[in-house]
């Protein structure tokens, strides 16, 4: 399998950027990880893949983009956050929840996520507050939604497409994006040339299975465009959790309230929002942990 990956491309004028993102084995990884059904995985996989593309602008090494999906559906809220280095964790608040489709071959994503509700996206840049920006939901479809945002908050024009494709066993056959934004002043044939191809082209879920190079695809998109390639990022599922961080909180925690969270096995059993991964802990090496700390403090 091709490994996901994102690529960036300016035509020789600078007057359009396109981003392109493979983002097939990781979506599969987190809708392995959260035992999604099809239409969650798919919604999980857009807001992924999106949270991706939009992080690729990140400059430092703390930066972090977070995109919060809270529509009126049966999903409940969906996150993702990505950072600078290509990496992404995210949840979706009711994994097993589904919906039929009225469209043969098309996930009811729109339906599943909602109409009414909200797109938020937090830019995390190291200062005193991050930068949020809001907007309403347009369809729940996320990549429309997207286009919104960034008209509406960022007033940047722009064309969003994510995909997902999902065997009926539920593996994540194909899963990527595509973000194209002219700048100000950009030629109108050039955009004309643009949207021919863009037209031209399979979903971008059927593309990515067929043709999963990445700079293949690329030459369909630009195609009667001189263009040269700008970046190039290896993408990843990774979350930020571990053991010691999660101990660290616990021990914040009084003496009772450890006592309240122990299981039959005397045992503390703390599961990861983000990924899924569970984590088990005695109250009587978090209460050393903490007189440890304590002590050094």
């Known amino acids: 399998m091709q490994k996901d990956q994102l690529i960036k491309a300016l035509d020789k004028n600078n007057q359009v950027r396109v981003i392109l993102a493979r983002t097939t084995a990781l979506v599969n990884e987190a809708a392995d990880r959260h035992k999604t059904s099809a239409t969650a995985a798919a919604a999980l996989g857009r807001v992924i893949t999106a949270a991706l593309i939009m992080a690729a602008d990140l400059k430092g090494e703390r930066d972090m983009l977070t995109i919060r999906i809270d529509g009126n559906g049966p999903a409940g809220p969906i996150i993702a956050s990505a950072d600078a280095h290509g990496t992404v964790r995210a949840l979706i608040s009711n994994p097993q929840a589904d919906l039929p489709s009225e ?50 908050s960022e007033q940047t024009p722009s064309l969003v497409a994510l995909g997902v494709m999902v065997a009926p066993d539920l593996q994540v056959i194909s899963a990527g994006g595509l973000l194209v934004q002219a700048m100000p002043g950009a030629d109108d044939e050039l955009l004309a040339q643009l949207e021919e ?4 082209m399979e979903k971008l879920s059927a593309a990515l299975e067929k043709t999963p190079q990445l700079e293949v695809l690329m030459e369909q998109i630009m195609k009667g465009i001189e263009y040269r390639l700008v970046g190039q990022q290896d993408l990843y599922f990774k979350c930020n959790c571990s053991f010691e961080r999660l101990r660290n909180i616990l021990s914040s925690l009084s003496e009772e309230e450890m006592n309240k969270m122990l299981n039959e096995e005397g045992q503390i059993e703390v599961v990861c929002n983000f990924c899924n991964e569970v984590y ?13 700390s304590d002590t050094e403090v």
Do not use: C
């Not at 191809?197 to 031209?200: A, E």
């Open 197 to 200: 191809n863009i037209t031209q």
């Open 103 to 152: 469209q043969p071959g098309k996930l009811a994503v729109g339906e599943l996520v909602g109409k009414e509700g909200f797109v938020e996206v937090i830019k995390d840049l190291g200062l005193r507050q991050p930068f949020i920006g809001k907007v309403e939901l347009v369809s729940g479809e996320i990549a429309e939604d997207l286009a919104s945002y960034y008209l509406k």
């Open 280 to 292: 088990h802990y005695r109250a009587e090496d978090i209460l050393k942990h903490k007189k440890a």
